[in-house]
């Protein structure tokens, strides 16, 4: 169903079928939390709904409980549990991974903080994971402008950067966005076996590309 009228005073609604090819003439008026059917549904009814509504539900209730956990992690045993339970005839209707992945990040982005126009912002608490240093170092650089960067590690990493034999830096751009400009981080490598991964240690959100001397 979808929205047809909209009475602008948050609690009447009239709902219509969105199944416009069929001419569905299904009508429901809203009135707070109860709906009136003014008109029944002539198309038929979506067997694929079943199926893929409640995944998206549970997925999107799960993701807004455990903020921190990739969505990957959390839809990937949904959709296995609910292959395993479905007959091989409804298996089809199972949606995408990757479509639930993405529909999961978009209702957990509308939780979070709105991105901070300039340097001077308070940090939200409980938008961080426990245990994360986030220090941030502010000064007018000699152009009277208000510069300020932004330390993320915790204090586990810390002690293994001090362990560590080697660092290595790099910066990228593009998962920075405005006021800032790129993420610095110092990385180490672990090598287990011929396996070597790269494991992030200190990131230092930067509003310039020469600020950190
Ligand atoms: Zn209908």
């Not at 999961?104 to 300039?118: D, E, F, G, H, I």
């Amino acid at each position: 169903m979808g929205i047809k009228k909209d009475y602008g005073d948050g609690i009447r609604y009239k709902w219509r079928c969105n199944k416009r090819n069929y001419k569905c003439p299904a009508r429901v008026t809203q009135i707070d939390t109860e709906f009136f059917l003014d008109e029944p549904h002539s198309c038929q009814p979506d067997p694929s709904l079943r199926v893929s509504v409640p995944i998206y539900a549970q997925a999107k209730k799960a993701a807004i409980e455990n903020v921190f956990k990739p969505a990957s992690e959390i839809v990937e045993p949904l959709t296995y549990s609910s292959y395993k339970k479905l007959s091989k005839k409804s298996r089809h209707y199972i949606p995408k991974v990757s479509n639930v992945v993405q529909s999961t990040n978009r209702a957990r982005a509308s939780l979070r903080p709105a991105t901070p126009k300039s340097v001077h912002f308070e940090f939200s608490r409980k938008h961080l994971p426990k245990g994360f240093v986030k220090k941030p170092i502010d000064w007018t650089d000699s152009k009277g402008v208000d510069q300020r960067i932004v330390i993320l590690t915790t204090k586990r990493q810390l002690k293994k950067l001090a362990r560590a034999k080697r660092w290595e830096v790099d910066a990228t751009f593009d998962v920075v966005s405005d006021p800032f400009y790129q993420l610095f981080g110092i990385h180490t490598s672990v090598r287990k076996g011929a396996q070597v991964k790269s494991i992030p240690l200190v990131s230092y959100v930067l509003q310039d590309k020469d600020c950190l001397h």
